[in-house]
């Protein structure tokens, strides 16, 4: 990575970090791929695109907002009430996949970000 460069400046900052929540959220609310995980949300995926925004923008060496309004992300946690196995995680995957592939970036750090998420994901699971 280059030395003055985050993540988040390389993701094009705020609005590239948003450009990557919306996609993510607008695939799980249209495709048939993620219906699973869809059914996990509320009726409007608002609050929960808001969350991932801040907290990515945070993650990726951005402004620290939603440990700033929130505290410390305590993921697992806050997806204890979730049923979460493999097919919920490989639905997460999915769209955020497409939604990484779908951004311009650097192939590095697509691929840095991919596995980062994909081990975040696979994190998250509570259930065989």
Not at 69 to 80: A, E, T, Y
Request: proline share 6%.
């Amino acid at each position: 990575m280059p030395d003055a460069a985050t993540p988040y400046d390389l993701l094009g900052g705020d609005a590239g970090i948003r450009g990557i929540v919306d996609r993510f959220y607008d695939l799980m609310d249209t495709a048939p791929e993620a219906a699973t995980i869809r059914r996990l949300h509320a009726a409007s995926l608002k609050a929960s695109r808001d969350k991932l925004y801040l907290y990515l923008m945070g993650w990726t060496g951005g402004p620290p907002i939603y440990v700033e309004q929130r505290g410390h992300p305590r993921l697992r946690m806050r997806h204890l009430p979730f049923s979460i196995g493999d097919r919920e995680r490989d639905e997460w995957i999915w769209c955020m996949d497409r939604s990484l592939d779908e951004h311009e970036m650097p192939d590095w750090l697509r691929s840095d970000l991919k596995d980062k998420l994909h081990a975040l994901a696979d994190h998250m699971r509570n259930r065989e």
